[in-house]
């Protein structure tokens, strides 16, 4: 079975595996501009969200390493509220930093590697979601001491984006939660599903059910089990009632760019949702479709776990 680099599985922001994170000011939402003063992110005084400031730097300059090291200055400046912290400090300082096409590679000192686990990930998201404005720029990888950052399991979390930290758009909700999740993926075999576990932090009035079913469209993240959906899938709509999980997929869905067993596929999806105690069978869409031939299987109605095709 032949799969697409890994590397393209490494995109994804991670406190022991995965993060998921709510930035909750309005003001501070942003998209790739054209004409845009860049937002430089901070962590706030009660460390649960980011803050944010307009720099001067525009999002479309094309002076990308003259911006890049203002945008890391300003990282770096006091806050004037005296419990809020910058991204990059006296503890989290930062040693080098290259460019490497549209890639912002950040080397910090050892005392990264004192931060906690959330605070860690709210000082990396103001990093990512701050230099990720520039259009120039996609990615930023980060290491210490040359060392790449890992999760709890000693993978590399690779080059991140602006959007593998998830958001919500409207006033503060400040309450986080921290919970282990099972995921299923594809073995290389391409005959059994695998369990892989992560431990998330995310806001507990997002969905859960639909963080996990975005987690499995991106992908894992080791080179010991394999994608089941195409990664251009997004999530239009998920809902829960008497126990049936409703979810409607995009198109994008019903593009085969893996050579997956289109039921260790599915079940990739059920397995991974029904993993919660709110949910006992899911219902799969297709753009509000309910009967679809999916890789030449017929998908309609309920679908309850199914642990045969776990290994």
């Not at 975005?214 to 994608?227: A, L, T, W, Y």
């Not at 251009?232 to 997956?260: A, M, Q």
């Amino acid at each position: 079975m032949i799969f697409a680099k890994r590397g393209l599985y490494n995109r994804i922001a991670v406190i022991c595996g995965v993060v998921v994170m709510a930035l909750s000011s309005v003001s501070c939402y942003h998209e790739k501009s054209s004409v845009n003063n860049v937002k430089v992110y901070y962590i706030a005084a009660n460390e649960s969200k980011l803050d944010c400031w307009d720099s001067d730097v525009k999002a479309n300059t094309i002076e990308t390493e003259e911006a890049v090291r203002e945008l890391l200055d300003e990282l770096s400046k006091d806050i004037v509220t005296s419990k809020s912290q910058p991204a990059i400090s006296d503890s989290v300082r930062l040693k080098s930093f290259t460019i490497d096409e549209d890639v912002v590679n950040l080397d910090f000192y050892a005392g990264y590697k004192d931060l906690g686990r959330i605070e860690e990930v709210l000082h990396r998201a103001a990093i990512v979601r701050t230099l990720t404005q520039l259009k120039k720029i996609e990615c930023v990888s980060i290491s210490v001491e040359g060392e790449p950052i890992t999760d709890h399991l000693g993978n590399p979390v690779g080059n991140m984006r602006a959007d593998d930290f998830i958001y919500n758009i409207g006033n503060e909700i400040g309450s986080y939660e921290q919970l282990q999740i099972k995921l299923y993926f594809v073995n290389e075999s391409n005959d059994k599903l695998v369990p892989v576990y992560r431990t998330v932090v995310y806001n507990s009035s997002a969905s859960v059910e639909k963080m996990a079913v975005e987690q499995i469209v991106k992908g894992p993240r080791s080179n010991e089990v394999f994608p089941t959906i195409s990664p251009d899938t997004k999530v239009i709509n998920l809902s829960i009632k008497d126990g049936v999980c409703h979810i409607d997929f995009s198109k994008d869905f019903l593009s085969e760019p893996f050579d997956v067993d289109p039921q260790l596929a599915l079940y990739s999806i059920v397995n991974t949702v029904t993993e919660f105690p709110s949910v006992d069978k899911v219902e799969i869409q297709v753009d509000g479709q309910k009967e679809f031939t999916f890789r030449e299987f017929l998908i309609s109605g309920e679908y309850e776990r199914n642990m045969d095709l776990v290994q």
